[in-house]
């Protein structure tokens, strides 16, 4: 078969041109330019759901709502992520991810328009509901299977880090635009109100022109062997897929680490509320460049310790990671009695680099699973079920503190729980690292 395959009797390249086009260059040249399109879409689409973390304060006062009503609105969200995650890995394996993408960011986009006439409050519930259906069912697993299949063996750290670090950059870019164009309305005083709607019409309108760019783009095939893989899993059976993952122990525990480092991860949606508490008591725009510099660190922080993890070990660096912005969220609690603001900032910024690089990381840990590749979406989904579950809870948890004790107080409470938590995590992936032995399975 091979023989036949092979076409023998097909006439020779000529060999200039055999050099210029060996399969191995354009094989990885097509890998990276999907990977580009990959971390388009992935800095495109969420940052629109996560205005809080730089303008929450404003959001509250335009909206009309409270702290526990916010938190209400992103508990919605994270129980419409929590019901979808299964299904979207499922749809992975099933349906082309360029499709899903594509219809993902423009419905999302779609939405961000309603969202900026400031509806009501029963309006925004649904808005979110949604936007949980076009940024979690739709999109959310269709992506990591795709980074895990065009990376090869050897690349998973880079790869998944350049995704996160790549979306970061992204983020960071938008951020970065959105405050000046914030800044410069309310400088001219239009007020906050029309401040932040036209941020939102900005990342709107970037979600609907992504998700029309992309729809002219092909979906190259896989560098990773998964021919046909819908075939592959028409005649399979999904409780059997379910009982494969079940058995694999490591799957869980990257579960408890992926539950653990997403924590650390929505506390930094908090860091501008904070800053403008208490002695503190920064302004909008100043909290707003503090947490947009945080938001540099993701290219530094998911790259870098992508890069780091592929030389030394990606589990042993995301280790490093958690217990590193375990002890930032400490000096964070701490470090106000000091009064030193150009610390505090800097403190932020080292958290929110521990953090990318964990957000980088832990999905590396699929390596560590022995994951047959045709149900790596639904591995994907299962861990994302889990591991992403505290969406429904932490909203209402950190509505509740900020709601009863109000102030400074509240979040210093909040960043110690999550403290324990990220340590939890830690201990979660020591013990992941001695059963592999810091070898893949």
């Known amino acids: 078969m091979q023989k036949f395959l092979g076409k023998p009797n097909a006439p020779a390249m000529p060999r200039a041109e055999t050099a210029s086009l060996t399969p191995a260059a354009a094989g990885s040249m097509q890998r990276y330019v999907q990977l580009l399109l990959l971390v388009l879409a992935a800095g495109g689409i969420y940052p629109l759901l996560y205005l809080r973390q730089v303008y929450q304060t404003t ?10 009503q916010l938190g209400y609105l992103y508990s919605v969200l994270g129980i419409v992520f929590f019901v979808s995650y299964l299904p979207s ?3 992975a394996d099933r349906v082309a991810p360029r499709l899903l993408i594509c219809f993902s960011l423009i419905g999302t986009g779609a939405l961000g328009l309603w969202y900026s ?10 808005i979110f509901c949604l936007w949980g259906v076009t940024t979690g069912l739709t999109f959310w697993a269709s992506v990591l299977k795709r980074v895990r299949m065009i990376a090869g063996a ?51 309108f970037t979600c609907i ?39 694999i122990p490591q799957l869980w525990l990257m579960a408890a680490v992926v539950f653990c480092g997403y924590q650390i991860f929505w506390a930094t949606y908090s860091f501008s509320a904070y800053l403008q508490q208490g002695e503190m008591h920064m302004t909008v725009v100043a909290a707003g460049m503090v947490t947009t510099a945080k938001l540099w660190m993701r290219p530094i922080g998911g790259i870098g310790g992508g890069f780091l993890g592929d030389r030394l070990s990606n589990l042993r660096v995301l280790i490093w990671a958690l217990f ?52 790596t979406g639904l591995a994907i989904g299962l861990v994302s079920l889990i591991g992403y579950s505290s969406d429904i809870f932490l909203p209402l948890v950190n509505g509740y503190i900020t709601e009863h004790y109000a102030g400074m107080l509240g979040y210093q409470i ?24 810091s070898k893949p399975a």
């Not at 990773?224 to 059976?237: H, I, L, M």
């Not at 590193?324 to 030193?340: D, E, H, Q």
């Not at 900032?345 to 047959?372: E, H, K, Q």
């Open 59 to 68: 959001m509250l006062d335009v909206l009309h709502i409270d702290n526990a």
């Open 89 to 91: 890995g499922w749809l």
């Open 117 to 126: 006439t400031a509806p009501s409050f029963h309006a925004l519930l649904v």
């Open 154 to 204: 050897n690349e998973q750290g880079r790869f998944f880090g350049l995704l996160d670090g790549g979306r970061g950059l992204v983020e960071a870019l938008l951020a970065t635009a959105a405050l000046a164009l914030f800044a410069a309305a309310t400088g001219a005083g239009r007020g906050e109100a029309a401040a932040l709607r036209h941020v939102i019409y900005m990342y709107s």
């Open 209 to 247: 022109a992504l998700g029309a760019l992309m729809s002219f783009f092909k979906d190259p095939a896989p560098a990773q062997a998964e021919r046909k893989p819908v075939e592959a899993n028409a005649n399979g059976s999904l409780w059997r897929d379910l009982a494969t993952l079940a058995a």
């Open 324 to 375: 590193l912005a375990v002890a930032g969220l400490i000096g964070l609690i701490l470090l106000p009695a000091l009064r030193n603001m150009a610390l505090l900032g800097a403190v932020v910024l080292f958290i929110g680099l521990m953090t990318y690089a964990i957000r980088g990381l832990y999905w590396t840990l699929l390596d560590y699973c022995a994951i047959p590749m045709r149900i």
């Open 414 to 437: 909040y960043f110690a729980y999550v403290a324990a938590i990220g340590t939890l995590g830690g201990i979660a992936a020591l013990v992941l690292k001695r059963m592999t032995h």
